[in-house]
Nanobody, 119 residues
């Protein structure tokens, strides 16, 4: 069965950094696009970043450019999100997913990890 488990969230001060991890199993990870999405309290889902299997096609939302870096380790079936220069608008639950672009293909999401940026 497909599983995605995020970790690495927590409480950080403005300007701080966090590194999120998403460990996956149950599907062929190495040739699969992976995605990071977040949801702030009372808000909708907000796409953060996408990375293809070979890490040679990477995309970021405008708010993430220059601050966030997505990467992956196919040997570990794991995708990462390095977040720097965090501010209070980054407070959200952060999810990884293996498919978000097609309504006809089942996508799987993790349970999410909470990131809180506060002084």
């Amino acid at each position: 069965q497909v599983q995605l488990v995020e970790s690495g969230g927590g409480l950080v001060q403005p300007g701080g950094s966090l590194r999120l991890s998403c460990v996956t199993s149950g599907f062929t990870f190495s040739n699969n696009w992976m995605y990071w999405v977040r949801q702030a309290r009372g808000k909708g889902l907000e796409w953060i970043s996408s990375i293809n299997g070979g890490s040679d096609n990477i995309r970021y939302a405008d708010f993430a450019k220059g601050r966030f870096t997505v990467s992956r380790d196919n040997a570990k079936n794991t995708v990462y999100l390095q977040m720097n220069s965090l501010n209070d608008e980054d407070t959200a639950v952060y999810f990884c997913a293996n498919q978000i672009e097609s309504v006809d293909i089942q996508g799987y999401w993790g349970q999410g990890t909470q990131v809180t940026v506060s002084s």
